[in-house]
T-cell receptor, first 113, second 114 residues
Framework: EADIYQTPRYLVIGTGKKITLECSQTMGHDKMYWYQQDPGMELHLIHYSYGVNSTEKGDLSSESTVSRIRTEHFPLTLESARPSHTSQYLC????????????FGPGTRLTVL | KNQVEQSPQSLIILEGKNCTLQCNYTVSPFSNLRWYKQDTGRGPVSLTIMTFSENTKSNGRYTATLDADTKQSSLHITASQLSDSASYICVVSGLDNAGNMLTFGGGTRLMVKP
């Protein structure tokens, strides 16, 4: 079982609030990813990182931002949440040399009222 | 444009029955194809991975096949159990300038009823 954690698991907040979704992994993986998934829909890559101080935007444009100050930690921040941000956010990680073997966290289900 | 299409979108079967899920892709160049199982409210978990040269791979009651010529894959579930109820996602890996690119299918939602 993969050692990748996300908190909170569920979050309900009001419009305009600043939120940070946490993601941590204890596998020493260099590469980390954030995906957005609406109910019953496919996953879309919104951010990824190759290692410390590396952040890249994914295929789906997102108003969120990420940071990678430590290898094990890849938080995602929304400065001002809106109802359109309501979705499930999944974090994943992988090793160099095995880019396709992504291990996923349990996800954070975000609801913005 | 790289695409992964899965069918059916949803499926209901009785416990103990077999079923087959389909995945067609247009990802190029192709690296490998993976099937994930995603329980409701959870992250996806890898079931199988197949490279270009592999035609079939099994993981317990799950058997995946790959036809790289027709760009089709299937996931066969034998003697289904209630715990098989989940979404099954086909993910095809290609190569981009960064070294890898994943294209996700929309998934098949399987419900196994007693």
């Amino acid at each position: 079982e993969a050692d990748i954690y996300q908190t909170p698991r569920y979050l309900v907040i009001g419009t305009g609030k600043k939120i940070t979704l946490e993601c941590s992994q204890t596998m020493g993986h260099d590469k980390m990813y954030w995906y957005q998934q609406d109910p019953g829909m496919e996953l879309h890559l919104i951010h990824y990182s190759y290692g410390v101080n590396s952040t890249e935007k994914g295929d789906l444009s997102s108003e969120s931002t990420v940071s990678r100050i430590r290898t094990e930690h890849f938080p995602l921040t929304l400065e001002s949440a809106r109802p359109s941000h309501t979705s499930q956010y999944l974090c994943a990680s992988s090793e160099w040399g095995q880019p396709d073997t992504q291990y996923f966290g349990p996800g954070t289900r975000l609801t913005v009222l | 444009k790289n695409q992964v299409e899965q069918s059916p979108q949803s499926l209901i079967i009785l416990e103990g029955k077999n079923c087959t899920l389909q995945c067609n892709y247009t990802v190029s160049p192709f690296s490998n194809l993976r099937w994930y199982k995603q329980d409701t409210g959870r992250g996806p978990v890898s079931l199988t991975i197949m490279t270009f040269s592999e035609n079939t791979k099994s993981n317990g009651r799950y058997t995946a096949t790959l036809d790289a010529d027709t760009k089709q894959s299937s996931l066969h579930i034998t003697a289904s159990q209630l715990s098989d109820s989940a979404s099954y996602i086909c993910v095809v890996s290609g190569l981009d300038n960064a070294g890898n690119m994943l294209t996700f299918g929309g998934g098949t939602r399987l419900m196994v009823k007693p």
